[in-house]
């Protein structure tokens, strides 16, 4: 039976940070490398956190978001439906995710740490290899999600499962540019829109970030966005 509350322990090490994404409209501040950086001793969720344990997780703490615009809307009478039960969750903002892990004594990953935990000690260019495979990860495409254990030949080298396409996951950092705040998208989604002016969406590489402009709750929260927690530790 699968533990979907399983983490993962990956040793500290350093690494040489390089990222990409694509440059629409002004610039980004963020300094995409090259550039050397650590990663501590963690513990990763192994899967992202579904739609189950987020339930779990709002009858345990009791979470109650001061702005419930739309707050978990695929959901239905306070509850998933029973085909998402190990469905990635949706639908939750920067704050939802990070409730969330700090109930756990946990945080989110930050995107350097994401990017390690995807390529590992072999800097791959997807978590599987350096050849995009599209029956490893869910790159359908459309609005729909599979369960997070559906492509196990997708995993990172260390383990940890669906890191490519299915739905984008939260980074920890947030940034402030001066004119508004904003963080990084990692993995890509199965969903791609039907305008170059959409968000990019479709499966992506490990070396690949997307920047968010973090606005109201309401706005913050998609059907494409999900996240997985960490926990430093000592290696």
């Not at 707050?71 to 704050?95: C, M, Q, T």
């Not at 740490?113 to 599987?128: C, I, R, T």
């Not at 968010?212 to 927690?229: A, D, P, S, W």
Request: aromatic fraction near 14%.
């Amino acid at each position: 039976m699968t533990d979907f509350d399983e983490k993962v322990f990956i040793q500290g090490d350093s690494y040489i940070y390089r990222v990409e994404h694509r440059i629409m409209e002004g610039d980004c501040e963020y300094d995409h490398g090259p550039r050397m950086v650590k990663v501590p001793s963690l513990l990763v969720d192994k899967y992202p956190v579904t739609n189950d344990r987020f339930y779990r997780f709002l009858k345990e703490s009791g979470y109650e978001p001061r702005n419930r615009e739309n707050f978990l809307r695929h959901w239905e009478a306070g509850r998933y439906k029973e085909e998402d039960r190990n469905k990635p969750v949706i639908w939750v903002s920067h704050k939802d995710a990070e409730a969330f892990a700090q109930w756990y004594g946990c945080r989110l990953m930050y995107d350097h740490e994401w990017q390690y935990v995807a390529s590992g000690k072999e800097k791959l260019l997807y978590p599987w290899g350096n050849q995009f495979q599209r029956e490893r990860c869910n790159d359908s495409g459309k609005e729909i999600l599979t369960e997070v254990t559906a492509n196990p030949k997708g995993q990172s080298p260390f383990g940890v499962w669906d890191m490519c396409g299915n739905a984008h996951e939260w980074t920890q950092e947030i940034f402030d540019d001066g004119m508004h705040e904003y963080t990084f998208l990692r993995g890509g989604a199965s969903y791609k829109a039907p305008h170059f002016w959409h968000a990019e969406g479709g499966a992506k590489p490990n070396n690949w970030h997307l920047k968010f402009q973090l606005l109201n709750e309401g706005m913050n929260r998609c059907g494409t966005i999900t996240f997985r927690c960490v926990r430093e530790v000592k290696g």
